[in-house]
């Protein structure tokens, strides 16, 4: 069975049983800081869990995307995923136990049709009654059922919880790791589905308390039902996966051996799919959250594509993913120019660290005493410069050297436990450093000098940063615009005698600070460097353009449907912009249109940009439109063109709206239950897209 036939009747036997079907929420969640990311079907529903919503209907169904970082390490083995989609069945105070496993049970031998003589179920050792239900309801012997300790779930540090109960299929002797393999321990038995008792909530003081209404979550892997339907012997031998690899391997030009070359293949397929999804959603590789995830799948894949002589560039695979998974997730078609863009500047980027890398572990080499390079240096190569561990034992032995692994791998986790005591204590990000604050003149000018106030060198503080090195640097004084509100942070140059650094991105680091994540080109950074900021125009140009469309645009849709829409988020980037708003349905292609035409006699009235700095209750009184959930301070910035348009914003934007040239709107669609997304192109890049459609 296919894997789009298996999400079908998955779905299809859940609204027979009185399910409501939802479509699957972005992979950022909303309201809900806790997650980086929707790791899980449950976490857009965990406000109908805790009682703070009213679902739409007591049962409801979904296909969700979710995306783990958790078993990044383990991706290559047989079922362990980044991205993956989560099929689930929910109540809300409907039923309990006894109908999850039946309804369960049944999809899975009557509607799947898998032996039931293969199913095994655990159980926490507390729960008596759902070890019971599995024998009465299911007819499963006592002995294939199974007390498990660790059956107990919970979505994140806080939020709804409850014990659970796993529904493991017996993949047969020859999936044996060893004789002792068992449901929980071992490969013989495969983890199909999550039956999830959803009774008491975890507070942050660390108390659980009981829900007012126990609910079901559960959730079933898509890629692994696919699996043991499909009866091949891995996650990545289904038609979720195969295509993809199959690109890859017609492109691997590099003898290895038979074991290695299939994990590759399976990090490869895994990380491009991982990638391309978030990219979709508009998360671009970074430092910082769940860019940094984005940077990392990418970079580990390319180590990958490094070690089987992959032609063609990762990139390349993006019709390979869009076949795989563009008719579920059509977002992924329509963002494809993006994806690969992004895709193919991470995998430059990279190939210049590698470069630079090199350069740095000859004199390593060569220093080199007894055959072997010390674990301080490797961790150096891989921690300063960007060289991956794996890189570096390869050409340590093409130099017939060794590398004292355990050591640099034990530096690392010294690194990354210091990473998470400062975030423990500290919060998360830059602002644990408490970095000075710097004052931003980008508004009104977009060169100027300045002085370096601090950097941070691989999360620490340090005086002095030399070229080849990214580094975080915090100036008195900036042109630069920090990531907020929807745009992309700023890039550019800095400048100084006999130096030269490129600016990657901007990001706010608390309390008034923000940091210019650079690469140093020549010369040598320092605190007290006198020296001369320069913002990228035509970047900041096409921000501009984009994020003042996406205000005309937020005034055109509530011209058009009314003050009962509410904008959820925004994405402004140089090259196309996305506006989120909650409505429960399509607008529809005359809708669309309707609202295309009024957004560019907007732009065409040339209407001009008003800026006013006002107390939060009298820009409301004004009726500025506001995002509903930001915590915005007492005196807000006001932007508003003309009479058309007024809102909060901190960000850039044009001077007149004749200055964005003309907007095309090219699609609308759903990003999860009663949420809408429009993507917009403005200026040069709407110009671009009229040349691309003439052409076809």
């Known amino acids: 069975m296919l894997s789009d036939q298996i999400r079908t009747v998955f779905l299809s036997y859940f609204e027979g049983l009185g399910h409501l079907r939802v479509e699957s929420a972005p992979l950022l969640p909303r309201d809900d800081p806790s ?251 970074g430092n910082e959250g769940a860019g940094y995830l984005v940077r990392r799948v990418l970079r580990r894949a390319l180590i990958s594509a490094l070690q089987i002589g992959l032609e063609g560039g990762l990139g390349a695979c993006l019709g390979a993913v869009q076949a795989v998974l563009g008719r579920q997730y059509p977002e992924l078609v329509g963002a494809g120019p993006a994806v690969r863009a992004a895709i193919d500047e991470e995998e430059e980027r990279f190939r210049e660290t590698l470069a630079r890398g090199r350069e740095h572990f000859e004199a390593a080499a060569e220093a080199a005493a007894g055959g072997e390079i010390p674990g301080a240096l490797a961790f150096r190569l891989h921690d300063t410069y960007g060289l991956p561990l794996e890189l570096t034992e390869e050409l340590a032995r093409a130099r017939g050297l060794g590398v004292d692994r355990a050591a640099a791998l034990a530096l690392m986790e010294e690194q990354r436990s210091r990473a998470r005591a400062h975030r423990s204590s500290a919060g998360t990000g830059l602002g644990q450093l408490q970095l000075p604050a710097s004052q931003f003149l980008g508004y009104e000018r977009l060169e100027l000098d300045s002085e370096v106030l601090a950097l941070v060198l691989a999360g620490e503080l340090a005086e002095r940063a030399p070229a080849g090195t990214e580094v975080d640097v915090v100036l008195a004084r900036t042109p630069f615009y920090a990531e907020g509100g929807g745009q992309q942070g700023d890039r550019g140059r800095l400048r100084w005698d006999e130096g030269e650094a490129e600016v990657l991105d901007t990001q706010p680091a608390g309390a008034g600070s923000r940091v210019q994540r650079c690469r140093v080109l020549r010369g040598e950074l320092s605190v007290g460097l006198g020296l001369v900021a320069q913002v990228d125009r035509e970047r900041r140009r096409g921000c501009a353009a984009h994020h003042s469309a996406t205000h005309l645009l937020n005034a055109a849709l509530h011209h058009l449907l009314g003050d009962q829409v509410v904008q959820r988020g925004s994405l402004v980037a140089p090259d196309h912009a996305t506006f989120d708003f909650g409505w429960p349905q399509a607008l529809g292609p005359e809708r669309l249109a309707l609202l295309e035409r009024e957004l560019n006699r907007a732009i065409r009235s040339d209407l001009e940009r008003g800026v006013q700095l006002l107390p939060l209750e009298e820009a409301r009184r004004q009726g500025a439109l506001a995002l509903p959930d930001e915590l915005y301070a007492a005196e807000v910035r006001v932007i508003n063109f003309g009479e058309f348009s007024k809102e909060l914003c901190g960000g850039t934007h044009v001077a007149r709206s004749g200055e964005i040239g003309a907007a095309v709107l090219t699609g609308e669609r759903s990003v999860g239950a009663g949420l809408r997304r429009i993507e917009l192109l403005a200026g040069a890049a709407a110009e671009a897209w009229w040349g691309r459609e003439r052409e076809r």
């Open 35 to 285: 997650q980086l990311l929707v790791g899980a079907g449950m976490v857009p529903l965990k406000p109908f869990f805790l009682g703070q919503a009213q679902p739409p209907r007591s049962r409801l169904t979904s296909c969700q995307k979710c995306f783990r970082a958790v078993d990044i390490d383990e991706v290559g083995d047989l079922s362990h995923h980044t991205f993956f989609e989560m099929l689930g069945n929910f109540s809300f105070g409907d039923y309990t136990r006894a109908e999850a496993i039946q309804f369960a049970f049944q999809l899975l031998t009557r509607e799947l049709g898998l032996d039931p003589e293969r199913l095994h179920a655990t159980v926490h050792p507390s729960d008596e009654l759902a070890e019971r239900l599995w024998q009465e309801v299911a007819g499963l012997p006592r002995e294939r059922i199974s007390r498990l300790e660790e059956n107990f779930w919970q979505a994140g540090p806080t939020g709804p919880c409850g014990v659970d109960s796993e529904i493991h299929y017996d993949l047969g002797p020859e999936f044996a790791s060893g004789p002792a393999d068992r449901p929980g321990q071992g490969q013989r038995y495969l983890e199909i589905w999550n039956l999830v008792f959803m009774d008491s909530e975890r507070l942050e003081d660390g108390r659980t308390v009981p829900l007012a209404r126990p609910g079901i979550d559960t959730g079933m892997g898509l890629e692994r039902i696919a699996m043991v339907l499909q009866g091949v012997p891995s996650d990545f031998d289904t038609d979720l996966f195969a295509p993809i690899q199959e690109d890859f391997a017609a492109r691997a030009r590099a003898r290895l051996p038979e074991e290695q070359r299939r994990r590759h293949l399976r990090i490869l397929a895994d990380h491009a799919r991982g990638a391309s999804m978030l990219i979709t959603e508009g998360v671009l590789p």
